[in-house]
């Protein structure tokens, strides 16, 4: 179970990614999405979707700690 004041912390982070990051790790980690949907949804290639869940998700990191 994760206490309020770290969800509450890691929304801030999510909110903090830029658009096109922010969009495609919350449909990836949130909504639990494949790789191969998301690019449907977004209209970009499996690839790109690839590298920004990676940079996304680094970038996550680094904003959460």
Excluded at 14 to 32: C, E, F, N, S, T
Excluded at 47 to 53: D, G, P, Y
């Amino acid at each position: 179970v994760v206490a309020s004041s770290e969800l509450r912390l890691v929304q801030e982070a999510i909110a903090k990614l830029p658009d096109g990051y922010r969009d495609v790790v919350v449909m990836r980690h949130i909504d639990d999405m494949s790789v191969t949907q998301i690019a449907k949804v977004m209209g970009a290639s499996e690839n790109n979707i690839s590298v920004k869940i990676h940079r996304g998700t680094k970038m996550l990191k680094e904003l959460y700690g």
